[in-house]
Structure formats: structure tokens, C-alpha cells
């Protein structure tokens, strides 16, 4: 892959983090590489191009993340909260993320780009959902919703956490964080 092309995705995922798919157009990713328009369109001739690379290599990245913890041996908690952690990161940086950015888009979003993103919430999601239901087998987790409706739950609690954050306070973010790990740590024995 040639670094501008790599520079131009980086940079409209940065864009779609902070302004939103609809909130950006190719003149702000020329303008901060110092290019044409021209030279945007040779790598993506449409913003849905762009949009569904950028959904692409994401979803690239989760993969790596997780094979990475695999290959790490990590349990289901340090699965499961290194995940969490790339939203606390967010929060940090004051961005949403993808799959929040995206969803307030989606009635504008183009078929292929909506089917990119579907792919990978149901990748997640089925992640989630196996990694609670292990974790809860060797007593890592404890929850009395499916697992599948706990990872429902769980994703949708850090991506509108973000949006909230963004809104009220970033500090407001911490307390949702750590309701879900709260919420699912399994309680002492009396």
C-alpha cells in the first residue's frame, strides 16, 4: 500500500472520528497533505471508496488485536477490558468511534459502506459473545442476560458513553467504564 494512500485513509478516519462521515469532504484531507483534490480521487475515486477502506482497515485491526491477545494468552477479563481500553483512549482524545460515528450516519451511508459496517459490529459482537460466554464458564464473568445481549449491552454502553462524554464531561466516561466492569464482576461468596 503507498503512504499517501495510507496518509489520505489515516487522516479521513481521523475526520470521520471527529466531524463525522458527512462532516468532512476530500478538500480537508488535501488540504492537510498538502495535495490536490485530484490526488485524493486517484486513490479513492468516491468517498464511498474511502469510507468502506477505512471500515476495512478497522476491522483489520481488531482482527490483529485479537489474534494478538491470542498469541498472548490472555484470559477473557484482559480480553475484554483491553478492548474496553481503546474506548477509554478515545475518550481521551476526545473522539467517538467508528461504529459510533458511522451509526449517526447510516441513513446517508451508501449499501456497500452499511454492509462493511454491519460486518463488523456482528464481528464484535460475536467476539463479545463468545468471549463472555468462555469467561463465564471458567468464572471470570458473572451476568444474568444471554451473551449475546450482554455484548449488545456492553457495546452500546461505550459507544453512547463516548457521545455523552463528548457532550458533558470526558470524566463521565470513567464512571461508565467502570459500571460495565462492576456490573459483570462476579460477587464474593458469603
Known amino acids: 500500500m ?15 472520528l471527529t466531524k463525522g462521515y458527512n ?7 488535501s488540504t492537510v497533505l498538502g495535495i490536490k483534490n485530484a490526488a485524493v480521487h486517484y486513490y479513492f475515486p468516491s468517498k464511498e471508496n474511502l469510507g468502506t477502506s477505512i471500515i476495512k482497515t478497522n ?3 481488531f ?12 484470559d477473557e477479563w484482559n480480553q475484554l477490558e483491553s478492548f474496553m481500553k481503546l474506548y477509554l483512549k478515545s475518550n481521551r482524545e476526545s473522539k467517538i468511534c467508528l461504529l459510533g460515528s458511522l451509526g449517526t450516519d447510516v441513513n446517508t451511508l451508501s449499501d456497500p459502506i452499511h454492509q462493511e459496517l454491519t460486518k463488523m459490529v456482528d464481528r464484535i459482537i460475536s467476539w463479545m459473545e463468545t468471549l463472555l460466554q468462555n469467561g463465564m464458564k471458567k468464572g471470570l464473568f458473572q451476568f444474568t442476560l444471554p451473551a449475546r445481549d450482554q455484548a449488545l449491552r456492553i457495546l452500546a454502553l461505550l459507544i453512547a458513553g463516548l457521545q455523552l462524554a463528548r457532550i458533558l464531561n470526558k470524566s463521565d466516561f470513567k464512571t ?15
Request: hydrophobic share 35%.
Open 63 to 74: 482482527e490483529e488485536m485479537v489474534d494478538n491477545m491470542e498469541s498472548l494468552n490472555f
Open 23 to 29: 462532516g468532512f469532504s476530500y478538500q480537508d484531507i
Open 2 to 16: 503507498s503512504i499517501t494512500r495510507e496518509k489520505i485513509i489515516e487522516i479521513g478516519e481521523e475526520l470521520v
Open 59 to 61: 476491522a483489520q485491526r
Open 176 to 190: 461508565i467504564y467502570q459500571s460495565i466492569l462492576e456490573e459483570i464482576t462476579p460477587k464474593p461468596q458469603s
